[in-house]
């Protein structure tokens, strides 16, 4: 409730007052830093002169990019929305894919994929409830030979690579981990 900017307190007769905080709208701030940024700017200069781009204006002169919020570099916006998406009540911490889904619903920058499992692999709660549910890495048993499954060579567990030289250094082993 306090990221909501609600605040609440006991009236006199023992009710439960609410107050809450009115903040500009994440829209506007974005409309705002839209205007300022220099590669946002000549889609806008674009647009404004008529010519065809992949940029348009959406409700309220916004900058959307196919349909979708057009969201500047270099300031907090990026990560309120990857914030928002990841950590309020309502989403429960998703998963880097599940979350990027989630926000490019409505939002798009370059990178945004890249930013949001970076910003998923930043969060406490979900390394902690990850590793409560993997299981311990072990060490592979002695002897258990792994095969390359391209070309069927045996591979020795010091190296862990395929040495055939058919497919480069293949990666792809039955009976152990990938490296």
Request: aromatic share 6%.
């Amino acid at each position: 409730m306090k990221s909501l900017g609600v605040q609440l307190r006991n009236g006199e007769d023992g009710s439960l007052l609410a107050n809450f905080i009115v903040r500009p709208s994440l829209l506007n701030q974005i409309k705002d830093i839209q205007r300022s940024d220099d590669e946002l700017r000549k889609e806008i200069q674009k647009l404004t002169d008529g010519g065809v781009s992949e940029f348009r204006f959406g409700e309220d002169n916004i900058l959307m990019f196919k349909d979708r919020v057009c969201v500047t570099e270099g300031n907090q916006l990026r990560q309120a929305i990857m914030e928002e998406a990841h950590s309020s009540a309502y989403a429960l911490h998703l998963g880097s894919t599940k979350m990027y889904r989630t926000i490019r619903e409505n939002y798009w920058w370059p990178g945004m994929k890249r930013d949001v499992a970076e910003f998923v692999a930043k969060c406490l709660v979900c390394q902690q409830v990850k590793a409560e549910h993997q299981r311990p890495a072990g060490t592979l048993q002695k002897g258990k030979k792994l095969i390359c499954k391209p070309c069927g060579v045996s591979v020795g567990i010091p190296d862990n690579e395929c040495q055939s030289g058919r497919h480069g250094d293949c990666h792809r082993l039955e009976g152990g981990f990938e490296s």
